[in-house]
């Protein structure tokens, strides 16, 4: 049952390339062919110059006779030459199943809402995209090489066993006898090696992980002056290194003693039984040849075999962790809001209650409050208190569990998330850039910003100077084998990435950590100045936030919520009052 | 080519008494391969003499002495073979770990300043890595190199001698697609790593965007992701494809040399020998199974010399390593500090590159037994200070003097042990908390490490793990809380009996309750201690002796937090904003 679903998900894949199916069966086919029509000639070859020496005079066609099968090498050499090609096309299917499957599955992924970024951790689903695609043995290398090298053994082996069948039955059979045997111990040897070699390569990259952290900590090394002690460390890693990696040797080379011996044990049945025949003149020299020929040749696809159900297993694994991905339920499929506005006039939060999955309390509980256009808000609240929440609330990134959010009086489940997203401008709290120059970065959501956009949403950031001092200025790159930016930096450019998008309301998700008194302030006499009528909410620890604010959302340690200006709160709210005493500590 | 002789030598000079001691096992490993290439050659000979003697003679006896020989030959082959391997790699494995030990023991001595420039969680899988590669001088890969090309010699050797006029037409051609062979795959290794760079590139843009899918709708960007990440996917894509074609086709074409080339002309030159019987069909099957052998190796030798050139390219690489400076020889000072008095900055001046200067003319003094804070924006100096302090890095100008001595005259590892650093992020080694704690110096004892636990009231959280002091952190410290952590440090401080403690703050906020924990262990860590802070907490500079604020560079301000309230406005502001007090800072 499940496999066949497997093997339903490995026939869709393969109708979207159904030509290269047909190539690579033909393929396949020829090369196995050739493969055994080699020895086949051979055969004739010896025979033909047997049969010249055993006449009583040189025949006067003697060389002609001969020529005639080197014609028929010829050919046939240039049929291998095609045939050659073989792995290459069969290469470059995988690679095409592999940059399909990518694309479709990254499709999926980029649908999902936080649940899935939940459970599935970042490095975790770059792994099911790479390593998981690509290279042997994993899924797009089974889908075309697992599954044809196997069709290949096969069709290799019933080709030759046919010509052996039909020149000599009894040889044929005399001659495979020993293999069944040699097959199972290769297998419950390889097997049990196979295992242990895992467990191996385990144990060495835990210890090489091991090492690759033990120089962060250099300063602490020194300034405790222990380097020479610390040598104890590498001491230990490495003679446990050591012992690991002489068990992977002492494997390697059983292994490579089977590889290289194998088909030298396969030939001995023919080297006795067929010599002893051939001795006899039950068969010519050239059969003699042709079966030892034919033995190296099968012994390696024989072996080969099995490898489809080992490989297959591996890969359906992979097919697993891709289909795992996909199916995985995102509220999104369900949201098929319409309305589409335009402008920002209101935004009211109606006894919005959100519980997060896995937690039995709400993070947030009765949530009411507005915000109007040209309002600024701020939410205050000790950390963990659900401050984070209410933005992705109005982000659409989380549904609220009760309750409703009305934007200008349409409840969000009714409008389109892209029109949503289009208004607001989400500054998080975890600044997160992306590969690229500092201005790809700052134009990312918005190609079309002007240059005088691009260059108000950078100085409204108090980036302008950083900028100027980086190496290319906003030609930088950043990120991944970029310019290092301190966290600060980064979250300014995610201000201006922001802000570059002409939002008619604007998140900011703690950017304490970001700016320093002196910049806030710029940053907020700044927005008065360029971006006049945007609402704000703006989630902060720092109390000095609260001079640039209107009003204040204060969320208590239980989850509830209270609005009111800061003066009030401070005199009606015995929370609110105790929470900035404590903070005032 | 006399420099690369001389590369090689130099080589050797360094590599050999890595070798000396297991001689004996070399040269064994040296004869089993020697004599399991020569039985090689012999199995096609054995088949030979069947055809050519028993089978003509119709001699059963002669044709199952032959057939055994056979089989003895290939078992007495295949036990030297495994001997030869594991004995050899068991030499390359021990040489090659004393080699590692030798440069993690150079790195370890080596200045922080040569870390900052690493990213020092790669530099140990660089190191890794490269000393593998050297691994490959020492391994199979090098028997099996050796046993090629006697195997390759060995067949001409024998071909020779049956039929040396058939033989001199080989060589020559056969020589030619070797080097052809060899420049084929240097083209080759080019593509593989541009495919590796995709590779990479493709992974990160997955990374990227999956880490910051959330950000990425927020900004409805799903689609623009998209199209990026399938543009590097299709870019690796057509690479790789152009490769593949590449690498086989070549292959094809050689493959297709070797039979057909070679063969056709063995079979003309040899036929008419054999029909006017002057050669042997035993002879043609020889050559034939030659031939048909000789490929593989013959097309893995241009790869394996490729990989040995790769292995001295590591080696070089590594051997840079051991022959950096490290810090004894740009260190010279000599004399054992005293830490009764003072020790004081004069007028220092410091720039990590140039005249960058970080440091702009700094000084102050702190007295023994007193607790300084330094403050002031990030980038400002403060870190930077402290490093000096520890002797991190050498000073430019001024003078930094403990107790009248100039730092630079001071052994500094002396002056460090003097030392207790806590660092803003608290760095776990891979290992026990035991080991956490003293650094792995067996110098400071379990009962020492056990009462710093003590001290700074771990006790219980040692109490809860299965092993005690013994248990494993795992990695990164993730099964430890980041106050935990924090007391770990402490503890590394107490149990070194450091005399002056230099902290550099945590920024990041801990829960109420960790956070009073620290503030009670801190104040048994600081007790009767010198002490230099960089603050990011109110309590730390309330309790200070002197503050001093740092501005791009300078001391701008310094005296008590009462007095820089009044006179200070730059330090009233940082107090509002960095210690998180609004109207009451006067608190």
Redesign the interface.
């Known amino acids: 049952m499940r496999n066949y679903k497997h093997i339903r998900w490995i026939t869709r894949v393969w109708m979207t390339q159904k030509w290269f199916l047909l190539v690579m069966l033909l393929f396949t086919l020829g090369s196995s062919a050739v493969a055994i029509a080699n020895p086949l000639l051979f055969r004739k070859l010896i025979d033909t110059l047997k049969d010249i020496l055993s006449a009583s005079q040189v025949p006067s066609d003697a060389m002609q006779r001969v020529n005639r099968v080197v014609w028929l090498f010829v050919a046939l050499g240039f049929a291998q030459f095609i045939t050659g090609f073989y792995p290459a096309v069969r290469g470059w299917v995988n690679i095409r199943f592999e940059n399909y499957l990518r694309m479709f599955y990254f499709k999926y992924i980029a649908g999902k809402d936080y649940r899935f970024f939940q459970k599935f951790r970042t490095g975790d689903v770059v792994t099911r995209l790479t390593d998981d695609l690509s290279d042997y043995p994993k899924i797009s290398w089974f889908l075309c090489s697992g599954i044809f090298r196997a069709v290949n053994s096969f069709s290799l082996i019933l080709f030759s066993l046919a010509v052996m069948f039909t020149i000599n039955v009894k040889l044929t059979l005399l001659s495979i006898a020993p293999l069944p045997l040699m097959i199972v111990v290769f297998y419950i040897t390889s097997d049990k090696l196979y295992k242990n070699f895992e467990r191996n390569q385990q144990a060495i990259s835990n210890i090489n992980n091991q090492l690759e952290m033990s120089f962060s900590g250099i300063r602490i090394v020194k300034a405790f002056v222990s380097e020479e002690k610390y040598n104890r460390f590498f001491d230990l890693a490495l003679a446990r290194r050591f012992k690991t990696e002489m068990g992977v040797v002492k494997l390697n080379a059983v292994l490579h003693l089977i590889y290289e011996y194998i088909d030298y044990f396969a030939q001995t049945g023919v080297i006795l039984f067929g010599g002893y025949m051939a001795v006899k003149g039950e068969i010519s020299v050239g059969t003699f040849f042709l079966f030892y020929s034919y033995l190296s040749m099968m012994i390696y696809p024989i072996l080969d075999l099995p490898q489809l159900f080992v490989s297959g297993k591996q890969a359906f694994v992979n097919i697993d962790r891709l289909e795992e991905m996909k199916d995985y339920p995102s509220f999104y499929d369900q949201w098929k809001g319409q309305a589409r506005p335009e402008e920002f006039e209101e935004l009211r939060f109606e006894d919005v209650s959100f519980t997060y999955p896995d937690k039995t309390e709400p993070a947030i509980r009765d949530c009411s409050f507005d915000l109007k256009a040209g309002e600024r808000l701020l939410i205050l609240g000790s950390t963990g208190a659900g401050k984070s929440t209410v933005a992705n609330l109005i982000l659409g990134l989380l549904q609220p569990s009760e309750g409703s959010i009305l934007l200008n009086g349409i409840d969000l489940r009714d409008i389109d998330l892209t029109a949503l997203r289009d208004l607001i401008a989400y500054v998080p709290q975890e600044p997160l850039l992306f590969s690229g120059t500092v201005r790809e970065n700052v134009l990312f959501a918005n190609d079309k910003a002007t240059g005088e956009e691009y260059r108000i949403a950078v100085d409204v950031s108090q980036l302008k100077q950083e900028i100027e001092s980086f190496p290319q200025g906003d030609e930088t790159r950043l990120g991944q084998r970029g310019l290092g930016v301190s966290g600060g930096q980064k979250q300014r450019l995610t201000i201006a990435r922001a802000l570059v998008r002409n939002p008619k309301l604007l998140i900011l998700d703690d950017i304490t950590a970001s700016l320093d008194a002196e910049n806030e302030e710029k940053l907020w006499q700044d927005i008065n100045l360029h971006f006049k009528e945007i609402a704000a909410i703006v989630i902060s620890h720092r109390l000095s936030t609260l001079h640039y604010v209107d009003r204040v959302l204060f969320i208590d340690d239980k989850g509830h919520v209270h609005q009111g200006t800061h003066e009030e709160l401070v005199f009606k709210n015995k929370d609110y009052h105790d929470f900035l005493h404590e903070h005032l500590k | 080519m006399s420099e690369e002789k001389h590369g090689f030598r130099f080589y050797f000079k360094i590599l050999f008494p890595y070798l000396k001691k297991d001689l004996a096992l070399l040269g064994f490993g040296l004869f089993a391969m020697l004599v399991t290439s020569a039985l090689q050659l012999l ?1 096609p000979l054995i ?1 030979a003499e ?2 050519d003697k ?2 003509p003679q ?3 006896a002669l ?2 002495r ?2 055994f020989l ?2 003895a030959a ?1 078992v007495f ?2 036990i030297l ?2 001997l030869q ?2 004995l050899l ?2 030499l390359g ?2 040489i090659i ?1 004393k080699f ?2 030798r440069v ?2 150079h ?3 080596l200045p ?1 300043e040569w ?1 900052n420039k690493q990213v ?6 660089r190191v ?1 890595s490269d000393a593998e590669r050297v691994k490959a001088l020492f391994s ?1 890969l090098s028997i099996r190199i050796l046993g090629n090309v006697f195997f390759f010699l060995g067949v001409f050797l024998v071909m020779f001698l049956r039929e040396w006029k058939v033989t001199i037409f080989i060589l020559p051609l056969m020589l030619i697609s070797i080097v052809a062979n060899y420049f084929l795959i240097k083209y080759l290794s080019r593509f593989y790593r541009l495919i590796r760079e995709k ?1 990479a590139l ?21 689609q ?3 199209l990026d ?2 543009a590097a ?2 870019e ?2 057509r690479l ?2 152009r490769t ?2 590449t ?3 070549s ?3 050689f ?2 040399i070797f ?2 080339l070679f ?2 002309l063995v ?2 030159l040899t ?2 020998r ?4 002057v050669a042997t ?1 035993g002879t ?2 020889v050559f ?1 199974d030659y031939i048909y052998r000789l490929i593989w190796p013959l097309m893995q030798i241009s790869e394996n010399v490729m990989q040995i050139q790769r292995a001295f390219v590591s080696l070089k690489r590594i051997l840079e390593l051991t022959s950096l400076t490290s ?1 004894e020889e740009i260190f010279t000072g000599t004399r054992l500090p005293s830490m009764e008095g003072e020790i004081r900055f004069e007028n220092v001046w410091f720039a990590y590159k140039d005249e960058d200067w970080v440091l702009k003319d700094v000084s102050f003094t702190i007295p023994k037994g007193k607790k300084i804070a330094l403050v002031g ?3 400002s100096g403060k870190t930077t200070t402290v490093s000096l302090l ?1 002797g ?1 890095y050498p000073i430019q100008k001024g003078r930094i003097l403990i107790d009248g001595v100039p730092l630079s005259e001071i052994d500094f ?1 002396a002056w ?2 003097k ?3 806590i ?1 803003q992020d608290v ?5 026990s908390i035991l ?1 956490n704690v ?6 400071i004892s379990v009962e020492k490490v056990s009462s710093a636990i003590n001290i700074v009231q771990l006790d219980e959280f040692i109490k809860g793990q299965n092993l005690g002091l013994d248990s494993e952190l795992a ?2 410290g993730q099964n430890i809380s980041q106050g935990e952590k924090q007391l770990i440090s402490f503890a ?1 401080a107490l149990a ?1 009996d450091a005399e002056v403690i ?1 902290m550099d703050e945590a ?1 990041a ?1 801990i ?2 309750h960790t956070e009073a924990k620290i503030q009670r262990s801190m104040g048994n860590v600081f007790k009767d201690k010198t002490a230099v802070v960089v603050a990011h907490r109110l309590t730390s500079v309330l309790d200070a002796d002197e503050i001093l604020f740092f501005s791009e560079g300078q001391i701008i301000h310094r005296g008590t937090h009462h007095q820089l309230i009044q006179n200070s406005p730059e330090y009233q ?1 940082l107090v ?3 210690f ?3 109207e ?1 800072a006067e ?1």
């Open positions: 199995y088949l069947i055809v028993s089978i119709g001699d059963v044709m199952y032959y057939g056979f089989i290939v082959s295949g073979s495994y391997l594991v790699s068991r494995i021990k770990t590692k030990a993690f023991s790195l370890l001595t922080v870390f020092v969680g790669e530099l140990i899988a890794e199979e590779y493709v992974s990160g843009k997955i990374t990227d965007y999956v880490q910051g899918m959330q950000v990425i709708q927020a900004l409805n960007q799903q623009k992701a998209y990440l399938k996917s299709t690796k894509y790789e494809t593949s074609f690498e086989y086709g292959q094809s074409f493959i297709f039979d057909l063969i056709v079979i003309r036929a008419p054999i029909i006017a019987g069909l043609l099957i034939v810090e924006p990030s980038g520890c991190f590892r460090r042990r030392i207790g650093l660092l760095f776990l080694f891979p290992g080991e003293r650094v792995y110096n067996d110098n990695e990164r590394r070194f230099v920024t906020s829960d109420p502001k509002e904003l960095q998180v007090s609004g009451n608190l």
